[in-house]
Nanobody
Framework: QVQLVESGGGLVHPGGSLRLSCVAS????????MSWYRQAPGKERELVAS????????TYAPSVKGRFTISRANAKSTVWLQMNSLQSEDTAVYYC???????????WGQGTQVTVSS
């Protein structure tokens, strides 16, 4: 079955950086676009960044464009989210899932908490 395991979150000061990882299994990772989502307290889950299967194309939410970078290593079934210039508004639980514009899997991982605070 589909498994998605996120890690790499933590507490960081404004302006700091974090790199999130998602290790996937149970599906054709190489042939599946992957995305990062986030959910802040009291808000709906939102799409943050996506990358196609070969890793050639990426897309970002306007709020993170220029600060976040999504990448992947198909040989490792892993997708990363490099987050720079973090702001308090980036505080959320971050999740990965399949798909480019819509979450492909009903299964979600446990997520990884990112807290940006001074």
């Amino acid at each position: 079955q589909v498994q998605l395991v996120e890690s790499g979150g933590g507490l960081v000061h404004p302006g700091g950086s974090l790199r999130l990882s998602c290790v996937a299994s149970g599906f054709d990772f190489r042939g599946t676009s992957m995305s990062w989502y986030r959910q802040a307290p009291g808000k709906e889950r939102e799409l943050v960044a996506s990358i196609t299967g070969p890793g050639i194309s990426q897309t970002y939410a306007p709020s993170v464009k220029g600060r976040f970078t999504i990448s992947r290593a198909n040989a490792k079934s892993t997708v990363w989210l490099q987050m720079n210039s973090l702001q308090s508004e980036d505080t959320a639980v971050y999740y990965c899932n399949g798909g480019y514009t819509v979450a492909r899997f009903d299964t979600w991982g446990q997520g990884t908490q990112v807290t940006v605070s001074s």
